[in-house]
């Protein structure tokens, strides 16, 4: 008895943990459980250096509405019944402090057709001229992957073909490297229609297409090179949020799946924010 009388005497003379105290627990061991991946260094959108590179056309694909969706179809039936295997990398720089996603904005416009000022596509002089928001969407960079290609070596080859400049014209000699670390989100589109699912329905067994969202760490310095059809921008996670109308449901999720994140923002002058 006397025992017990001096455990419970020290119990109360313990001092609680604060509610911040708590929090912070709380806070570690979730990122503890939930999160895999080292932490994630996003470096100064300033460190990065963009240009335009030039794409064969035999090997240029439409990104004109429903040519994307049309080719889904034809490999889907093609193959026989199989899921198309996309795969899509969530790439992140540090501007004002602020968490920014890189996204391709793409055109979508048909080959040889008119912009707003009335040139053609071949008379494009720079990215960004023709942009707007009934002529363009917004992607994650990534892409289709090959029969029996892994989901990480064929996003790394898919960045590296969406984003990085040929040798030749890497002047700065900056190659892109893409460090591919957790598995972030699974999205499944159930029929040939734009619209895309975080989950597949009991009824569903056969979807169109699977696409896997990594998150990917980006080197400290590095040139990217886009086609002129496209334009690589950085938007912030807070335009992101719940912007599903511009963006579309994937890359409106991503402000969600980095809370998660120990997200490590560096500026320039290589000192964390």
Known sequence: KEEEKEEERRAEEASPATNEELMEQHVASMRGLLSKSKRLNVHSLGNYT?????????????????????????????????????????????????????????????????????????????????????????????????????????LKRKLANKLAAPNETNEANLRASFDVLDQLATWYRLGFEPQMYPYLPPHVTKPKETLEVFLVELPEKCY?????????????????????EKFGAVASSIPHLLSRIDINLETRENTAV
């Not at 034809?74 to 969530?90: D, F, H, L, T």
């Not at 990217?224 to 059809?229: E, N």
Request: hydrophobic fraction near 35%.
């Open 50 to 154: 963009f240009g335009v590179k030039v794409v064969r056309k035999d090997t240029e694909k439409s990104n004109a509405k429903g040519a994307r969706l049309l080719r889904i179809r034809e490999q889907y039936e093609k193959s026989g019944g199989i899921a198309r295997r996309s795969v899509a990398g969530v790439c992140v720089v540090n501007q004002h402090g602020c968490p920014h996603v890189l996204l391709l904005q793409e055109s979508t416009l048909p080959p040889g057709a008119q912009a707003p000022d009335g040139k053609p596509a071949s008379q494009w002089e720079r990215p960004g001229q023709h942009f707007s928001a009934s002529t363009s969407t917004f992607r994650l960079p990534g892409g289709r992957l090959r029969a029996g290609e892994g989901t990480r070596e064929g």
């Open 224 to 244: 990217f090179a886009v086609p002129k059809t496209s334009k690589l921008v950085a938007v912030p996670i807070f335009e992101l949020y719940d912007n599903a």
